[in-house]
């Protein structure tokens, strides 16, 4: 199957999709099906003999001398979900039964000839019934098809949603269904301005750290550093805490800014965790408003000009505490060259430079 679709079949047989079986006396591989590509889905299927519900795969049944081949084409998906029993609905997408009708172990698995790139899901059920130590559902002959591949994202259990895919062991070219009771969430993830911790063996998503800006209320220059929260979920594992997630800064304009935002400017936080970064929108810290008062200008005897000179320059107030502002006035100037009394001037306070208190 190289692309294309199988979709709502039903059967009161096995294997509403794709049926591969033959008997005690055919030779291993009679039955083949090689799938490149394409989706089986809303097939399904019953099998009912003395009474007794099998189960069986709705969407592909592999028992017997059938074999099942994932030669996947990186440029498609494999899809097999969606496929149910009749009698009840429940799940049965790919169905491994024993390697012989008589129902010899071990059972049937799906052999993988090609990388498993791109989006592949399946669920999975096995004739061997489930257990911890783990139940093979899939092998290949290259370990390179395998490594690195989220296989829990894969292969999925139909009967049991404790059990994952994952290698036998560290190194296997087997895959199998197994369970754990303790997560060990060392895999991290992020979306926008949160990260996710997973277990590295089944990938189940746990707790979260979330990276905030400052308060809105607070981004107004006060000589003071305006960090960015890191703030974790209730179940988040507590490895890191969210106090040791590492965070920088960068600011807009400026790529030789370092350190924690304090001036007034527009800045981004990022943490990082493992080899994943989660960052803030842009948040801007805006200059703190300061006034001058009591600027004076000298009178003078009609010269035909405009120029005007300072008397005094009046007073600066809504300086931080600790800092001294220095400013000066320049380009004073009469709103005309006209004698008059009580006339309009203008002028520009130029603030030359902050010195911090130590």
Same mark, same amino acid.
């Given at each position: 199957?190289?692309?294309?679709?199988?979709?709502?079949?039903?059967?009161?047989?096995?294997?509403?999709?794709?049926?591969?079986?033959?008997?005690?006396?055919? &030779?291993?591989?009679?039955?083949?099906?090689?799938?490149?590509?394409?989706?089986? #889905?809303g097939?399904?299927?019953?099998?009912?003999?003395?009474?007794?519900?099998?189960?069986?795969?709705?969407?592909?049944?592999?028992?017997?001398?059938?074999?099942?081949?994932?030669?996947?084409? &990186?440029?498609t998906?494999?899809i097999?979900?969606?496929?149910?029993?009749?009698?009840?609905?429940?799940?049965?997408?790919?169905?491994?039964?024993?390697?012989?009708?008589?129902?010899?172990?071990?059972?049937?698995?799906?052999?993988?000839?090609?990388?498993?790139?791109?989006?592949?899901?399946?669920?999975?059920?096995?004739?061997?019934?489930?257990?911890?130590?783990?139940?093979?559902?899939?092998?290949?002959?290259?370990?390179?098809?395998?490594?690195?591949?989220?296989?829990?994202?894969?292969?999925?259990?139909?009967?049991g949603?404790?059990?994952?895919?994952?290698?036998?062991?560290?190194?296997?070219?087997?895959?199998?269904?197994?369970?754990?009771?303790?997560?060990?969430?060392?895999?991290?993830?992020?979306?926008?301005?949160?990260?996710?911790?997973?277990?590295?063996?089944?990938?189940?998503?746990?707790?979260?750290? #979330?990276?905030?800006?400052p308060?809105?209320?607070?981004?107004?220059?006060?000589?003071?550093?305006?960090?960015?929260?890191?703030?974790?979920?209730?179940?988040?594992?507590?490895s890191?805490?969210?106090?040791?997630?590492?965070?920088?800064?960068?600011?807009?304009?400026?790529?030789?800014?370092?350190?924690? &935002?304090?001036?007034a400017?527009?800045? $981004?936080?990022?943490? $990082?965790?493992?080899?994943?970064?989660?960052?803030?929108?842009?948040?801007?810290?805006? &200059?703190?408003?300061?006034?001058?008062?009591?600027?004076?200008?000298?009178?003078?005897?009609?010269?035909?000009?405009?120029?005007?000179?300072?008397?005094?320059?009046?007073?600066?107030?809504?300086?931080?505490?600790?800092?001294?502002?220095?400013?000066?006035?320049?380009?004073?100037?009469?709103?005309?060259?006209?004698?008059?009394?009580?006339?309009?001037?203008?002028? $520009?306070?130029?603030?030359?430079? $902050?010195?911090?208190?130590?």
């Amino acid at each position: 199957m190289n692309n294309g679709e199988i979709i709502d079949n039903s059967t009161e047989g096995a294997g509403g999709g794709v049926y591969l079986r033959g008997w005690d006396s055919d &030779p291993a591989g009679s039955s083949k099906f090689i799938m490149r590509g394409g989706r089986i #889905t809303g097939n399904t299927s019953n099998v009912l003999m003395g009474g007794k519900d099998y189960d069986t795969g709705a969407g592909v049944y592999v028992d017997s001398s059938g074999y099942f081949y994932l030669n996947k084409d &990186p440029d498609t998906d494999i899809i097999i979900t969606g496929n149910t029993k009749k009698s009840d609905g429940a799940a049965r997408n790919v169905y491994l039964g024993p390697t012989k009708a008589t129902g010899n172990y071990p059972g049937h698995t799906i052999s993988i000839i090609a990388p498993l790139t791109g989006t592949i899901r399946m669920g999975v059920t096995t004739k061997e019934a489930l257990k911890a130590s783990g139940v093979a559902i899939a092998k290949t002959a290259d370990e390179a098809y395998i490594t690195g591949v989220k296989l829990y994202d894969i292969f999925t259990s139909d009967k049991g949603s404790g059990y994952f895919a994952a290698r036998h062991s560290a190194t296997s070219k087997d895959i199998v269904l197994k369970s754990h009771s303790t997560h060990n969430y060392s895999v991290y993830e992020a979306s926008g301005n949160t990260i996710t911790e997973k277990c590295s063996e089944c990938g189940q998503s746990g707790g979260t750290l #979330t990276v905030a800006a400052p308060d809105a209320d607070s981004l107004v220059y006060d000589g003071t550093e305006k960090k960015a929260t890191v703030t974790a979920s209730d179940d988040w594992s507590g490895s890191p805490a969210a106090n040791q997630v590492d965070v920088t800064y960068t600011k807009k304009g400026d790529s030789s800014f370092a350190g924690v &935002p304090k001036e007034a400017g527009t800045y $981004t936080a990022t943490m $990082t965790l493992g080899s994943v970064t989660a960052s803030t929108d842009e948040y801007t810290i805006a &200059p703190k408003e300061v006034s001058v008062s009591g600027i004076t200008v000298k009178d003078k005897e009609y010269d035909g000009k405009t120029d005007a000179e300072i008397s005094s320059k009046g007073t600066l107030t809504g300086a931080i505490a600790g800092e001294t502002l220095t400013y000066t006035v320049t380009d004073v100037k009469f709103e005309n060259a006209n004698a008059g009394n009580d006339k309009t001037v203008t002028f $520009t306070v130029v603030l030359l430079f $902050t010195c911090e208190a130590l």
